[in-house]
T-cell receptor, first 113, second 113 residues
Framework: AQTVTQSQPEMSVQEAETVTLSCTYD???????LFWYKQPPSRQMILVIR??????QNATENRFSVNFQKAAKSFSLKISDSQLGDAAMYFC??????????FGAGTRLTVKP | NAGVMQNPRHLVRRRGQEARLRCSPV?????VYWYRQLPEEGLKFMVY????????ESGMPKERFSAEFPKEGPSILRIQQVVRGDSAAYFC???????????FGNGTRLTVT
């Protein structure tokens, strides 16, 4: 089974600054999908951004962007102009060709005012 | 357009009782996933189902746990003879196809007393 590793249990950022959350994964597949989800204290899982492995261009959603390095099996999330509402647990996820979907252990992001 | 509906939101069971967690996926979604989340931890994959079929149950304990997704009706995660260690939040998610992100329910928090 594929594994997803988030090596940063906790990160903090000053409001309006930029922060990067790391994610690496292990796979032998060439076709797959990658996602970042956010889980605020409400516990709801919210999709932040997604990336198709066959696309070389990094996905971007407003203040959120990814750095997808396929050869290195790395998928980091960059949050620009951090806001207080960005504080949450962030989970990296990998979805394989057979629809199996696995999550990393998460990174808790704190935003300091 | 209703999202993924999970009920109950909270469930309290005594040791040895059975717990039944229900999940109604988004209408038209044929892929259903169950995840378990312990406090301050990530999402642990349990089982992936398509209508009437279990596709991957590698994350589910061999004993006491079972899941189904019948042709009609919600998906059910069943835990027999619950123990204190089963206390966790259980999330259900659904998607229509592989490249789509998962839509999550709000989870069922199971407490075993």
């Amino acid at each position: 089974a594929q594994t997803v590793t988030q090596s940063q249990p906790e990160m903090s950022v000053q409001e309006a600054e930029t922060v990067t959350l790391s994610c690496t994964y292990d796979t032998s597949e060439s076709d797959y999908y990658l996602f970042w989800y956010k889980q605020p204290p409400s516990r709801q899982m919210i999709l932040v951004i997604r990336q198709e492995a066959y696309k070389q261009q990094n996905a971007t959603e407003n203040r959120f962007s990814v750095n997808f390095q396929k050869a290195a099996k790395s998928f980091s999330l960059k949050i620009s102009d951090s806001q207080l509402g960005d504080a949450a647990m962030y989970f990296c996820a990998y979805r394989s060709n057979n629809n199996d979907m696995r999550f990393g252990a998460g990174t808790r992001l704190t935003v300091k005012p | 357009n209703a999202g993924v509906m999970q009920n109950p939101r909270h469930l309290v069971r005594r040791r040895g009782q059975e717990a039944r967690l229900r999940c109604s996926p988004v209408k038209g979604h044929s892929h259903v996933y169950w995840y378990r989340q312990l406090p301050e931890e990530g999402l642990k994959f349990m089982v992936y189902l398509q209508k009437e079929n279990i596709i991957d149950e590698s994350g589910m304990p061999k004993e006491r746990f079972s899941a189904e997704f019948p042709k009609e009706g919600p998906s059910i995660l069943r835990i027999q003879q619950v123990v204190r260690g089963d206390s966790a939040a259980y999330f259900c998610a659904s998607s229509p196809r592989q490249e789509s992100p998962l839509h999550f329910g709000n989870g069922t928090r199971l407490t075993v007393t």
